[in-house]
């Protein structure tokens, strides 16, 4: 229980701080002294860029999941080898 609400915490002080920063980085934007066609160059950066990292985190901890249960099936193919093979020394 308590490492949930401490990841929840933790995860709303994320949250917090990249709402900030998209809007510290809008208002900068918007107060550019740039071309509209600039500022909505730049905005379209910033969104790929997010979206980009958005699927970089994604498919690492997809990777991640995955090893994770490659590891646990291993894992139970050797418990169920040695349980068959104590068995068999047994008989």
Do not use: C
Request: a neutral charge.
């Amino acid at each position: 229980m308590k490492n949930e609400n401490s990841n929840s915490i933790y995860t709303l002080f994320n949250m917090l701080g990249v709402a900030t920063a998209y809007g510290m980085l809008a208002l900068s934007i918007w107060m550019a002294p740039v071309d509209l066609s600039t500022k909505g160059f730049w905005g379209m950066g910033v969104f790929l860029l997010t979206l980009s990292l958005v699927n970089l985190v994604k498919y690492r901890i997809d990777d991640r999941i995955q090893a994770d249960r490659i590891r646990q099936l291993e894992a139970a193919r050797d418990d169920k080898l040695l349980t068959d093979f104590v068995t068999d020394a047994k008989s």
